[in-house]
C-alpha cells in the first residue's frame, strides 16, 4: 500500500514539473518587428524607411521594437538612425528605450536625441556602450506637432559588439 501511494505522489509531481510553460524571448517574436539570436551571431539588423515611415503632423509617431535572446555576455551597443526633412522644420525626439520583462509596464528610456529638421538629412548616433542592457527594445520617433512639417525615417541600425 505504501508504494502505491509513493507512486501516486511520484505521479502528480511529475505531472505537475511537464505542466509547467517555459517561455524565453523566442517565443514572444510575433510581438515584436526585429529578433536578435545571438547565439547564432545574429548581432546587427538594418530597417530601410519607406513612404510610410514618415511621421508629420497627421502621423505624430513612429516605433520598431526588437527583442534579444541569448544575451549571455556584456555587449556594447551603437545605433545610427537617418532621418530625411520632407516639409516644413520638424522638430523631433527620438528615443530608444529598454525594458528587461515583456509584461513590464513601462520603457526605461536609454537615450534621448532631438532634431531640428532643415532641408536635407541628418543622422542621429546612439552609443550605448555604457547604458544597461535590456532583453527588449524600442525605438520611438516622435513628431512635434505644434511644428508644421514632415520628416522621415530613411534608415535605423543596430548593432552589439564586445
Known amino acids: 500500500m ?18 509547467q510553460s517555459i517561455y524565453s524571448v523566442r517565443n514572444l517574436k510575433s510581438d515584436v518587428d526585429i529578433y536578435l539570436d ?13 513612404i510610410a515611415d514618415t511621421v508629420g503632423v497627421a502621423d505624430s509617431s513612429w516605433v520598431k521594437t526588437f527583442s534579444v535572446d541569448n544575451l549571455y555576455d556584456v555587449l556594447k ?16 525626439t527620438v528615443t530608444q528605450e529598454g525594458k528587461d520583462f515583456w509584461d513590464d509596464a513601462t520603457w526605461t528610456t536609454v537615450l534621448t ?6 532641408t536635407g538629412d541628418t543622422t542621429l548616433l546612439f552609443d550605448g556602450s555604457t547604458a544597461k542592457h535590456y532583453r527588449f527594445y524600442r525605438y520611438n520617433v516622435d513628431y512635434d506637432a505644434k ?12 548593432k552589439f559588439y564586445k
Open 38 to 50: 545571438l547565439k547564432k551571431d545574429i548581432t546587427f539588423f538594418q530597417v530601410n524607411g519607406g
Open 2 to 19: 505504501k508504494k502505491i501511494v509513493v507512486f501516486i505522489i511520484a505521479l502528480l509531481f511529475m505531472e505537475a514539473a511537464f505542466g
Open 147 to 158: 511644428v508644421n512639417g514632415q520628416a522621415r525615417i530613411t534608415r535605423l541600425q543596430h
Open 113 to 118: 536625441k532631438t532634431w531640428y529638421g532643415t
Open 77 to 92: 551597443s551603437t545605433a545610427k538612425m537617418t532621418l530625411d526633412s520632407i516639409k516644413g522644420s520638424p522638430r523631433i
